[in-house]
């Protein structure tokens, strides 16, 4: 059965610093492109990062460039969100995606964690 598990989510206030995890289960993580996306309120699902399967294959949406940084430990199936000097604007709940696979190509999604902060 796969599993995308985030957590890592909570309250902060501004400036301050969250890791996000994603523990992925069903699937082998090594073939697999991950991705984290937020879904601020009233918005769309946004792109955050993407961590790719090569090392230092790793990309970021413009707005947290620099203050966010995506890894991954294949060993142990998790995916990493760093992220410092946090703003009020990244409240969001945020998500694990992962895509790949041959010759079947297949997406998953987590369910998310909610990161709020505070001015």
């Known amino acids: 059965q796969v599993q995308l598990v985030e957590s890592g989510g909570g309250a902060v206030q501004t400036g301050g610093s969250l890791t996000l995890s994603c523990k992925v289960s069903?699937?082998?993580?090594?073939?697999?492109?991950m991705r984290w996306y937020r879904q601020r309120p009233g918005k769309e699902r946004e792109f955050v990062a993407r961590?790719?399967?090569?090392?230092?294959?790793?990309d970021y949406a413009a707005s947290v460039k620099g203050r966010f940084t995506g890894s991954r430990d294949n060993a142990k199936k998790t995916v990493y969100l760093q992220m410092n000097n946090l703003k009020p604007e990244d409240t969001a709940v945020y998500y694990c995606?992962?895509?790949?696979?041959?010759?079947?190509?297949?997406?998953?999604w987590g369910q998310g964690t909610q990161v709020t902060v505070s001015p």
């Open positions: 995606h992962g895509d790949g696979g041959a010759p079947t190509w297949y997406e998953y």
């Open positions: 069903g699937f082998l993580l090594d073939v697999y492109r």
């Open positions: 961590i790719g399967t090569l090392a230092g294959e790793v």
